[in-house]
């Protein structure tokens, strides 16, 4: 990039011209040429514009010699005065001005080394360059578009750069300071307008490319031989409107602009005359979705004044039926939407009395429940009544009340839980039973009781006794063992085990007590 020319364009008042020299020889005496005089040096360092200093010194050295000439004492001494004190503002003005200007180089040289540092940063690839935020809604570009944000970052970044070099040379171009100095700075800006101008071309250049890429491809992906491709035109008018909208977000270069907006603006005219011919399409189905509309509704009105009189499982029929009908017909949404309301509107107080039907056969499943959980508690106290009562009862009496309780009990509609439960309540009974029995036949007189024939028989219902306890033990044990028994039914079975052992116990001991008296009977 060349330097800028640094020197400013040459004003009229800037030097002495011709035209302030010629104003001059228009005034005849030395006061008058001497107030002009003074007047433009007042005027090339006023306060209101940039101060020429250069002006300001010739005019002075114009001034001396007319000092000289034929004045008055007096006018001599007054504008000599303000001559002195115009030289003195000039200086003064000059050496503040020139602080002024040495603390902006300074700061523009500060500027100029940072940036400078950047830049050897950015070449070394040092520099942090943040990914650039780009609409994410295309799904044609989801693939590329991370890459593109990368490279959208880098001529952000450059952008940045730039825009920090053009604020110096502006900035530069308004500073009064020495020629040579400015020329420096402006060398060491061009150097860096040198690298970072091309680079941002070439990164402008790399991203249009593939982004025209990616969208030409999407065009030819779907638009072949005048046919949109796997997409319906109004997701595709969709994506059309979000590749736009990244592409607003990115540097492209005015050629690949241009010939993706033509590219884009032919592919969205195809997709509205698509357009145009779907909704011509649908506009002549509007006759037709309108006049099968009219069938269903006829089935619906007809319907109508019935469904009181029908029952539930028949208006749900009804109803069925007119829905498989309009599956068959040809309707736009809003008329399926309308007709499905009013079948709706059918089906809210039907659905209303299948909700009370179910609510009163749960009602009445819980109050025969609530009877059979009575009933079954009702056998339980028989069978505690009976065994607190067993004292008075003979075998008889006994028996006859045993046989009522589990009669009542086969009446009763039992889990297999339950079954087991109540049966394991009774077992006590029975077991009282024979106990009494077995007292019966002991009790015999002398005579009897040698009778070999009754202490078998003792000793044949004692042993059938310990072979049914043996049986229902195994049977527990298989229950507990082999299902998923909650804890507290765990327990319950462990329990009825434990009783089924003592009882176990209780009947070895009464077959040895029998078998002993046999042998003492043998024996004798």
Request: hydrophobic share 35%; aromatic share 6%.
């Amino acid at each position: 990039m060349s330097v800028m020319n640094s020197e400013k364009p040459k004003d009229p008042v800037s030097s002495l011209d011709e035209k302030f020299l010629a104003q001059m020889q228009t005034l005849s005496t030395p006061e008058e040429k001497l107030r002009f005089c003074l007047d433009s040096m007042k005027e090339a360092i006023s306060q209101d514009k940039i101060p020429n200093f250069k002006q300001f010194w010739e005019v002075r050295r114009l001034c001396l010699p007319l000092f000289k000439e034929n004045l008055s004492s007096f006018v001599r001494s007054s504008l000599w005065n303000e001559f002195l004190e115009l030289t003195t503002e000039a200086r003064k003005l000059k050496e503040i001005l020139d602080e002024q200007s040495s603390f902006t180089l300074e700061q523009i040289d500060l500027a100029l080394t940072d940036l400078e540092k950047d830049i050897a940063l950015l070449q070394e690839n040092k520099l942090e360059v943040p990914r650039a935020k780009l609409p994410d809604e295309s799904r044609a570009l989801k693939e590329s578009l991370p890459h593109l944000a990368d490279l959208q970052g880098e001529i952000n970044l450059f952008n940045t750069l730039i825009a920090r070099q053009s604020s110096l040379r502006k900035e530069l171009m308004v500073t009064e300071m020495r020629i040579r100095h400015k020329n420096k700075f402006f060398r060491r800006i061009s150097k860096i307008g040198d690298f970072l101008f091309p680079k941002r071309k070439e990164i402008i250049q790399q991203i249009s490319e593939e982004f025209f890429a990616a969208v030409k491809s999407f065009v030819e992906n779907h638009f072949q031989n005048g046919e949109i491709l796997h997409a319906p035109y109004y997701a595709l008018k969709d994506e059309v409107k979000a590749i736009q909208s990244i592409g607003k977000n990115l540097n492209l270069n005015n050629k690949v602009f241009s010939e993706l907006r033509n590219l884009l603006s032919s592919f969205w005219d195809k997709l509205r005359d698509i357009e145009k011919d779907r909704k011509k399409e649908f506009t002549e189905k509007k006759a037709i979705f309108v006049e099968n509309k009219q069938k269903v509704q006829e089935l619906i009105d007809e319907l109508s004044p019935k469904l009181a009189d029908l029952t539930i499982q028949d208006a749900d029929s009804e109803i069925d039926k007119i829905f498989s009908f309009m599956k068959t017909v040809e309707l736009g949404k809003e008329e399926v939407r309308e007709l499905k309301k009013q079948l709706a509107q059918f089906k809210a107080p039907i659905e209303e009395k299948k909700k009370l039907e179910q609510e009163k056969r749960i009602q009445l499943e819980q109050e025969q429940q609530k009877k059979r959980l009575q009933e079954i508690e009702a056998v339980k106290q028989k069978i505690n009544e009976c065994f607190n009562k067993s004292g008075e009862l003979n075998v008889e009496s006994l028996q006859s009340e045993i046989k009522e309780i589990q009669s009542k009990i086969e009446t009763l509609t039992l889990s297999k839980f339950e079954k087991q439960t109540l049966d394991r309540s009774l077992k006590p009974l029975k077991d009282l039973l024979i106990d009494l029995k077995e007292k019966a036949l002991l009790n015999l007189s002398e005579d009897d009781l040698k009778s070999l024939d009754s202490l078998n028989q003792v000793l044949a219902e004692r042993k059938k006794r310990r072979q049914d306890i043996k049986n229902q033990l195994e049977i527990y044990r298989k229950e507990l063992g082999g299902s998923g028994f909650d804890f507290e039914k765990a327990m319950m079975y462990r329990e009825m085990i434990d009783t089924e052992k003592e009882r176990l116990e209780k009947v070895e001991e009464g077959i040895a007590e029998i078998e002993e008296k046999i042998s003492e009977i043998e024996g004798g």
